[in-house]
């Protein structure tokens, strides 16, 4: 049997930028990653955008991490000289239904300590788009989620912890004298388990008893790219103004720091944990989804919305249909199919979204349950909180 002081599972940017802290004060650190390298789900399929939380309700986990996160970020990104692109956030009203949102987004980001100025016409920051009003966010960026990654593990192993790779954490249990973990091929005790798996943290978190009362459900980001013809159609991020009560930022546009516009995201309910294609279907995930009280109720109440995302995923005529309400000019030809990317989004009892980042903890262990729309932002700031062993 080995032995460590901490254990962090998930080499996505929150167990990255976890072990990046952890390993300033602390020692024997093991990062343990089931794939052969790190950052290959979520962190690897996202946007690159620095969420700046505007749709978050103010006392929220994730307005706070996400402040506070892009703050740490930017900093980070400045020291070690990688890339931040400024670009404005635009949300755009298509229609008068969309004023109210429209306004309540802009009290939120106010409240948030955004900077959120309301536009009357649109087309001074994005030529293409008709919306009938705007909430122009200037203070958002792209950034590199892949090369943050790999420089989170350059630090973390030249502070002298380890990273190791075919590592599947496949049992948890906390005893008086540690934490056993165990791999498919190695067995370890260790004073503190940080689990930051990503879609399977739940799983895990569950292993160790940890106690948490909502449900996490993957969704499938269903996303296109612009054909580098019609890239010029969006010169920022151009979104929305979707639903509140939904987690989902909506259908819009987002330039990246290469140029390419990502165009999505569509979100159904994903057949598996990480299974990013349309076939790939787990028939665990599915039976959990099936007999689950809280996804049945939350099916029941997002019925319509739920059947128009799925019509929409065979559909790229309804797709281009979608984004026209934003940038007109768009037809399906424009699109080009990009990987789709899967998020564990937290759902409670009553089947209503928790629209928050969820964890949880034991006397030994932190989980890292759900940080939908905005985890990569907010890695930094959730890393350094759950890397402090003296954290209240
Ligand atoms: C389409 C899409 C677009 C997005 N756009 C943005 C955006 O623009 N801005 C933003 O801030 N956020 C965005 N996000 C969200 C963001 O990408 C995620 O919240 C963030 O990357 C989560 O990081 P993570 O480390 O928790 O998870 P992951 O990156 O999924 O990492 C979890 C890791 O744990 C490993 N793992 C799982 N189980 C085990 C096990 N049993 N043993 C060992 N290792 C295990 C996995 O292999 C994986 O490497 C987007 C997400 C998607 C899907």
């Not at 020291?79 to 229609?95: G, N, P, T």
């Not at 190695?186 to 160790?208: F, H, P, S």
């Not at 089947?351 to 349950?369: I, K, W």
Request: glycine letters at 8%; aromatic letters at 8%.
């Amino acid at each position: 049997m080995q032995s460590a002081d901490l254990i962090i599972i998930g080499g996505g940017l929150i167990g990255l930028a976890t072990a990046y802290y952890a390993s300033q004060t602390q020692q024997r650190i093991f990062l343990l990653e089931k794939e052969a390298d790190i950052a290959q789900h979520q962190s690897k399929q996202n946007w690159s955008m620095l969420e700046l939380g505007a749709r978050f309700a103010p006392a929220s986990h994730a307005a706070y991490h996400l402040r506070y996160g892009i703050r740490l970020l930017r900093d980070f990104c400045a020291r070690e000289k990688l890339a931040i692109v400024d670009r404005s956030l635009l949300y755009v009203a298509a229609d008068d239904s969309d004023l109210p949102s429209l306004h309540e987004i802009q009290r939120r980001a106010i409240a948030n300590g955004i900077s959120a100025e309301w536009l009357a016409s649109v087309r001074t920051i994005e030529p293409h788009s008709n919306g009938i009003a705007g909430l122009l966010l200037p203070h958002c960026g792209i950034f590199d989620p892949n090369a943050v990654a790999r420089r989170l593990a350059l630090r973390f192993e030249m502070n002298g912890g380890r990273i190791l790779t075919n590592q599947r954490v496949v049992g948890l249990q906390e005893r008086d004298e540690g934490v056993i973990v165990q791999t498919k091929t190695e067995t370890w005790i260790t004073q503190r388990v940080i689990n930051c798996a990503g879609l399977y943290a739940d799983r895990l978190a569950e292993k160790m008893g940890a106690t948490f009362t909502e449900t996490i459900v993957p969704f499938r980001g269903e996303q296109f790219t612009l054909k580098p013809y019609a890239s010029q159609l969006c010169h920022n991020i151009i979104l929305p103004v979707a639903d509140l009560v939904l987690p989902f930022n909506g259908i819009g546009l987002t330039r990246t720091q290469d140029g390419t516009v990502f165009v999505g995201t569509n979100a159904v309910m994903a057949g598996g944990r990480e299974q990013h294609r349309k076939g790939q279907i787990s028939f665990r995930t599915s039976a959990e989804n099936l007999l689950s009280p809280a996804v049945r109720k939350l099916t029941r109440r997002h019925f319509q919305t739920a059947l128009w995302e799925q019509r929409r995923s065979f559909s790229r005529e309804l797709f281009a249909l979608t984004l026209q309400r934003l940038v007109p000019a768009i037809s399906k030809h424009d699109l080009q199919r990009a990987p789709a990317g899967t998020q564990g989004f937290a759902v409670r009892d009553d089947g209503t979204f928790v629209n928050d980042f969820v964890l949880a903890e034991t006397p030994r262990s932190f989980h890292v349950l759900s940080v939908a729309n905005g985890g990569a932002t907010a890695a930094l700031s959730i890393g350094r909180m759950i890397a402090d062993p003296n954290r209240q």
